[in-house]
């Protein structure tokens, strides 16, 4: 949604000819235009200044009593991020959009890419990120809006990254010298442990069979007791 800000300039500008420079006519528009102006102004003013992210305190604490979020002690930074968890919660369908939208949000990114490293398993860069809460706290949000059986890695990329040859945008190599030469890596802060599948019989379908003497990629693992 965009704000107008020149009601008044506009609509003298949709008069036709005939009346293009009528004193009188531009007058009456005027005087309605700027009333119209003034109202366009305060419902933006309204609007803007009770979102989550520009709210603070007793505001934010409203915002949870609605939505089921109590503040429990934190800080308005945190509980911002409690309550995109929640909303997350409430809205998600758990498909792969949503999720890459409520953590461009988190991360306050530029844009996040999108990468798929294996079976049921995807992983999130957000670029230019200015995260809006910690670490924890996003991969909770994240995890609560994902698909059930996907596994998502999930990196930031700050601004000055270190980047090669060809990328316009990064950073190379530092310096020991001069610190002020080159650029920050990347955090991988949330990521998947591939869990070897256990040994199961008939009727498991999430287990693994038996092994094979001549294939070591054949059978799964015994449980430890």
Request: no cysteine; net charge negative; aromatic share 8%.
């Amino acid at each position: 949604m965009i704000e107008i800000t020149n009601h008044t300039a506009q609509a003298i500008d949709r008069l036709i000819t005939q009346y293009s420079e009528a004193p009188n006519i531009e007058a009456i528009i005027t005087a309605y235009g700027t009333q119209v102006q003034e109202l366009e102004t305060m419902f933006f003013e309204v609007l803007n200044e009770r979102s989550i992210q520009a709210s603070v305190g007793q505001q934010l604490d409203n915002f949870g009593t609605i939505i089921g979020q109590p503040r429990q002690g934190f800080s308005d930074d945190v509980y911002r991020v409690l309550l995109y968890n929640r909303i997350a919660q409430i809205n998600s369908e758990g498909t792969i959009e949503e999720v890459l939208s409520i953590f461009k949000t988190l991360m306050g990114a530029s844009n996040v890419i999108y990468d798929v490293l294996g079976p049921a398993h995807i992983s999130l860069n957000a670029m230019d990120a200015e995260p809006l809460g910690s670490y924890p706290d996003i991969i909770r949000a994240v995890n609560n809006a994902k698909p059930v059986g996907v596994a998502i890695d999930l990196v930031a990329t700050h601004t000055g990254y270190v980047g090669f040859d060809g990328d316009i945008d990064g950073l190379g190599l530092g310096d020991v010298n001069n610190a002020s030469v080159g650029g920050y890596l990347s955090d991988l802060f949330s990521y998947i442990e591939i869990i070897p599948l256990y040994m199961a019989f008939d009727g498991d379908e999430d287990g693994a069979g038996l092994g094979d003497v001549t294939n070591d990629a054949i059978g799964g693992f015994l449980s430890e007791l």
